[in-house]
């Protein structure tokens, strides 16, 4: 009985977890690559070709399975941080604006749904 | 029987074609060209009206959807305090073009009238064939409204980051101008536009 009583509190308590978990949260791709274009990132960055910057999929290959990397992603593309060219000149990479400004949720997309490439 | 009164409209002729016989040749001339003084400013005046921001924005589908996209570019606030308002960048400076694009423009006012954008889904709906023909006319004039303000020449390799400056003088080389490359900097690119690859 008292098994039974700890396995759906168990059980209750990951349901819970999963409902209320951000992480579940699905990425929307559509409003990520409208921030990107937007934001002319498609003008040194592609999905899968090597541009000015590394391709999105490179990006999520070299974050796989860190922790940090969304923090690290979104320190990237919001604080002007400089960034390393291919012919080895470094320059501020742009600041992500949204509309309306300074909305964390749609910065956040972004960045999870490259790291989901 | 012949009609022996004659119409208006060739009464009104006539009457033009007759030298005038009470008033002076000084006196046709002042009216003349005080007249035209009058006309012309008149003209003049009220085609720079619509030139105004408050008269591009009196229309809600403007307003409600590319002015408020406009307020958070840099085109609307920036660190100089310069501001490019719709007509520095929709409507020629020079007064042919000028007078054609109004032209041209007015035909809007049909659309105006039959609604054709006057809901925020109608507008998204039909925002890539409007930036499609803006984009048009641009490249058309070569970016002529963007190149009041803006020059390759006056591009200063101190002054500006390393990469935009040598896509700018690459660009140049090439005889690009500004909307080959700069779309959607002071309203949202439409969702179906998609980047050109390299």
């Not at chain 1, 940090?68 to 470094?90: M, Y």
């Not at chain 2, 009104?12 to 012309?40: D, E």
């Not at chain 2, 003209?43 to 408050?54: D, Q, Y």
């Amino acid at each position: 009985m008292k098994r039974h009583i700890a396995r759906s509190t168990l059980l209750v308590a990951a349901t819970t977890l999963f409902v209320a978990s951000p992480l579940v949260q699905a990425v929307d791709a559509d409003a990520a690559k409208a921030l990107a274009k937007q934001n002319n990132c498609f003008k040194c960055h592609a999905i899968e070709k090597e541009k000015d910057g590394p391709a999105y999929k490179k990006v999520a290959e070299k974050y796989r399975g860190k922790a940090n990397a969304e923090a690290r992603l979104i320190e990237h593309i919001t604080s002007g941080e400089k960034a390393k060219f291919p012919d080895g000149h470094e320059e501020e990479h742009k600041i992500v604006k949204t509309s309306p400004p300074k909305d964390m949720d749609q910065i956040k997309n972004l960045v999870q749904w490259i790291l989901s490439l | 029987m012949q009609d022996e009164k004659p119409n208006a409209l060739k009464r009104c002729w006539s009457t033009l074609r007759k030298p005038s016989a009470k008033y002076s040749v000084l006196t046709l001339l002042i009216a003349g060209v005080f007249g035209g003084i009058i006309f012309w400013g008149g003209f003049n005046t009220g085609m720079e009206a619509t030139n105004t921001l408050s008269f591009c924005i009196s229309c809600h589908e403007m307003r409600d959807n590319v002015y408020q996209e406009y307020k958070e570019t840099i085109h609307y606030s920036n660190r100089t305090g310069v501001r490019a308002i719709c007509s520095d960048c929709h409507v020629p400076k020079d007064w042919t073009h000028k007078l054609i694009r109004k032209a041209k423009a007015s035909f809007e006012i049909w659309g105006k009238l039959t609604g054709v954008i006057d809901t925020r889904e109608k507008f998204e709906a039909n925002r890539m064939r409007l930036a499609t023909d803006e984009w048009e006319r641009m490249k058309a004039s070569g970016s002529r409204e963007c190149r009041n303000c803006h020059n390759f020449d006056a591009m200063s390799s101190e002054l500006q980051k390393q990469t935009p400056y040598k896509k700018h003088m690459k660009a140049k080389e090439e005889g690009k101008t500004c909307i080959d490359c700069h779309k959607g900097i002071a309203h949202h690119l439409p969702k179906e536009y998609e980047e050109p690859e390299d």
